[in-house]
């Protein structure tokens, strides 16, 4: 989703009242006020308030992108990396108060409406994992033949934990999870040069 200044603007207006009121309780009108236009004004830049949500979710995972960029480059092992990457996701999902409160039939809606966002952004971090992966077997750290399929499973991995734990955030216990589930990962991928089986 191509967005000007303006869009910027209304959609961090819309998270904004979103995150305080509640998706059912934000309307056009509300967002108009707060950025002082008039609601017709809005429509120019919305076609309605699932073009909103859907900017509101946009920047997010925009945001999940920056976050996890600066994280990944913090770290210097490739399981802190990849517990970054699952960290920074959950942590922007999590402060985005407004996507725990998308009822079943806005979800639903927005489904098919966000598909190319969700696919973009799956595609964007499997192809961040598959860069550690292939990093790490550069550098004879890692051993396995199947990147892509192993990068897809990480990812999968992570989404799965996340909806599991998201309704009900425990930032501490989650954490805890994703630690022990990228251990064991990064255990299972570490290349033995022993010719014995990797124990966890």
Do not use: H, P, W
């Given at each position: 989703m191509e967005m000007s200044e303006k869009h910027?603007?209304?959609?961090?207006?819309?998270?904004?009242?979103?995150?305080?009121?509640?998706?059912?309780?934000?309307?056009?009108?509300?967002?108009?006020?707060?950025?002082g236009i008039a609601t017709p004004t809005l429509y120019y830049y919305f076609k309605n308030k699932n073009q909103v949500i859907k900017g509101a979710i946009s920047k997010v995972l925009e945001t999940t992108k920056e976050n996890l960029e600066a994280g990944?480059?913090?770290?210097?092992?490739?399981?802190?990396?990849?517990?970054?990457?699952?960290?920074?996701?959950?942590?922007?999902?999590?402060?985005?108060?407004?996507i725990l409160d998308i009822d079943a039939k806005v979800k639903s809606e927005l489904v098919i409406l966000s598909q190319d966002l969700v696919?973009?952004?799956?595609?964007?971090?499997?192809?961040?994992?598959?860069?550690?992966?292939?990093?790490?077997?550069?550098?004879?750290?890692?051993?396995?033949?199947?990147?892509?399929?192993?990068?897809?499973?990480?990812?999968e991995s992570i989404w799965g934990m996340l909806q599991s734990n998201i309704a009900t955030p425990n930032f501490d216990l989650l954490e805890n999870k994703i630690q022990v589930?990228?251990?064991?990962?990064?255990?299972?991928?570490?290349?033995?040069?022993?010719?014995?089986?990797?124990?966890?």
């Open positions: 910027v603007q209304f959609i961090e207006i819309a998270i904004e009242l979103m995150d305080r009121n509640g998706i059912n309780k934000t309307t056009l009108d509300d967002i108009a006020e707060v950025a990944i480059n913090d770290k210097d092992s490739y399981e802190s990396q990849l517990t970054c990457i699952a960290l920074s996701l959950y942590q922007s999902v999590a402060n985005a108060k407004f696919n973009n952004f799956n595609s964007y971090l499997c192809v961040k994992i598959e860069n550690i992966l292939y990093e790490a077997i550069d550098r004879g750290v890692f051993s396995t033949d199947e990147v892509e399929i192993t990068s897809e499973i990480i990812s589930l990228m251990s064991l990962f990064v255990n299972g991928l570490k290349k033995n040069t022993s010719g014995e089986i990797n124990e966890f």
